[in-house]
């Protein structure tokens, strides 16, 4: 087997790497010539005590990893493949108490509970709000009248607004949300000038403020999801801390990687007119997936291995930390035919971009391409010339690929 021929030292989580690209040269050499690779870094730079992590590139070996939680944990490091260097241990264990971060059976039990509040009853039971909104967000957009930021005046308003529709919060406090979870993910990025204590202060405000929500609803319950989660905690709800990092995990997982999904499948479309053509004459119902698995929000996450075991001809010893790259895998030629081709037809999309199947599965799945789907609906009913009047400005993040700012015209 050939060796890849990548640079001495490269590390597909260096955050100044996805500040400028997502590495899918890269990624393409590692699928062909060491699918699972060790990636050296200097010690403790992740905020590990360690000097690396194996680097899984391929379709099916992510699969294989996000469908053995026995094998590779997600309790032990977290899911995140890279903290800063002056991440303590006591922070990254407290990180646990999320969702994402739980293995079976603590994982299975909270599950089970939050996922009453994504049954199909109660994301077709949001569809015609959510359907308003997105025709009004993109009403407002359209009134500019010349260039406008597209992450924030769309792409950021829908998610926002959804989540605040479907867990009760105030619609005047989806602002906070927005900047508690901004502040959370942008600590690699200095022009937010943020630092980890930044964001874990944050974090703190957002759970204290969804623990408040919790204790109203226990004593006065409403007609929405946190009186379902939490009014009759003694019958297998969740308690007050177990609500608060719910609600933290959702600002991110249901806010920054749908508004990342959005901007990139718009900045997609805008680079690739005939896409746009036809999505706008055909409207097909396959175009959220092609969305999702183009943009891939979450680059990587991560596992940690419980015990000694084989993985793509390499032995991982228990305690390496394993880093599961869903951009390669959803550009994995062995599953999809031309990959590098944004195609809104495409059918079937086994993409990777809502995980690789297991407990990890993402909850809101059907909610995030309810989202995209209106959204887009309804961009190319108001704003069907929509123009790019500059390149995206890409968050540094070690994991997440992100976009902070997309300027566009109404055209």
Not at 8 to 16: R, Y
Not at 161 to 180: C, N, S, T, Y
Not at 356 to 368: D, I, N, R
């Amino acid at each position: 087997m050939p060796c890849p021929a990548l640079p001495e030292g490269f590390d597909l989580t260096d955050p100044d790497l996805l500040h400028h690209r997502v590495p899918l040269p890269e990624f393409a050499e590692l699928r062909a010539a060491e699918p699972v690779r060790w990636i050296q870094q200097p010690l403790n730079i992740a905020g590990f005590q360690d000097e690396g992590y194996w680097a899984v590139t391929r379709h099916a070996d992510v699969r294989y990893v996000s469908t053995h939680p026995e094998l590779f944990s997600s309790t032990l490091n977290t899911a995140i493949i890279r903290f800063g260097e002056h991440m303590t241990r006591e922070s990254i264990d407290v990180q646990r108490l999320i969702l994402l971060n739980m293995d079976p059976p603590e994982h299975t039990r909270v599950r089970q509970i939050v996922q009453r509040g994504f049954t199909p009853r109660a994301i077709r039971a949001l569809e015609e709000r959510l359907r308003d909104r997105a025709h009004s967000i993109v009403e407002g957009a359209r009134a500019h009248s010349g260039p406008f930021d597209f992450v924030t005046e769309v792409a950021c308003e829908l998610p926002l607004q959804a989540i605040a529709e479907l867990i009760g919060i105030p619609q005047d406090d989806r602002v906070k949300i927005f900047e508690w979870s901004n502040k959370m993910i942008a600590y690699d990025d200095p022009e937010y000038a943020i630092t980890e204590q930044v964001g874990a202060e944050s974090a703190a405000e957002l759970i204290a403020y969804a623990m408040g929500m919790a204790a109203e609803r226990k004593q006065c319950p409403a007609h929405d999801i946190v009186s379902t989660l939490v009014a009759a905690e003694d019958e297998g709800n969740l308690n007050s801390d177990e609500f608060g990092f719910f609600v933290l995990m959702l600002s991110v997982a249901g806010n920054e990687t749908t508004r990342n999904a959005i901007t990139h499948g718009m900045h997609a479309f805008l680079t690739h007119p005939d896409q746009w053509e036809l999505y706008k004459r055909e409207r097909p119902s396959t175009a959220a997936e092609e969305i999702v698995r183009w943009a891939t929000p979450v680059n990587a996450f991560q596992r940690t291995a419980t015990q000694d075991t084989e993985l793509g001809g390499k032995v991982i010893k228990q305690g390496d930390r394993v880093g599961i790259f869903y951009a390669s895998a959803n550009h994995d030629p062995e599953v999809f035919e031309n990959p590098d081709r944004f195609d809104v037809m495409r059918d079937p999309n086994p993409h990777l971009g809502f995980g690789g199947g297991g407990p990890h599965y993402c909850l809101g799945k059907s909610l995030a391409v309810l989202e995209i789907d209106l959204i887009f609906n309804a961009i190319a009913d108001a704003m069907p010339n929509l123009t790019l009047t500059g390149d995206p400005r890409r968050l540094r993040s070690a994991w997440i690929n992100g976009v902070k700012e997309l300027q566009v015209t109404a055209g």
